[in-house]
């Protein structure tokens, strides 16, 4: 078929017109990316409604613990937690059916009741760091400063120990 007049079949005619569709194509795809951008920046949570958050799972799980109630202790893990350094195991236990398994002896040579308490508690967005007082059975005082916790969608990702000292040094 003869090329109709006013068109250009030329191989540069079809180079520029790709080139324009391809500039096209990437132009829209920098706009999807810059709407993104924007509205994941629009998004962003509240840095104090993050720290309530975490402040709140800590609480909540020393509270659990102080119930000896294991069950609403693990409620306050990810499923894919990390413990590292606890005093039944110093090395990391990974998943909250292990730290279960972790805790749950634990539970068990606590004081009756408050037997955890926690002081000097530094909320920092998703991660707090805080000292433990922790009384045994026996009514015997440990103490740690610079345990560390981070929370992510109000659940406990990540708990680091320090290490108890015998006795308190409060």
Do not use: K
Not at 63 to 89: K, Q, R, S, T
Not at 99 to 106: A, D, M, N, R, V
Not at 125 to 139: A, I, K, N, S, Y
């Amino acid at each position: 078929m003869p090329p109709t007049e006013g068109t250009d079949d030329s191989p540069a005619s079809a180079w520029r017109g790709s080139r324009v569709a391809v500039l096209s194509v990437a132009t829209g795809a920098l706009l999807v990316l810059v709407i993104v951008v924007l509205i994941s920046r629009g998004s962003e949570a509240d840095p104090s409604a993050v720290e309530t958050e975490t402040l709140a799972a800590l609480e909540g799980a020393v509270a659990a613990a102080n119930a000896h109630d294991l069950e609403a202790l693990m409620a306050f893990y990810a499923e894919d937690a990390v413990v590292i350094g606890h005093p039944m195991n110093p090395s990391r236990t990974e998943g909250r059916d292990a730290i279960s398994q972790l805790e749950g002896p634990g539970l068990e040579l606590q004081a009756a009741e408050d037997a955890n308490q926690l002081f000097d508690v530094v909320v920092n967005g998703p991660t707090v760091t805080f000292g433990l007082v922790f009384w045994d059975e026996h009514r015997v005082c440990y103490s740690g400063q610079g345990h560390r916790v981070v929370v992510e969608d109000g659940l406990i990702t990540l708990w680091e120990w320090s290490r108890l000292s015998d006795p308190c040094d409060l």
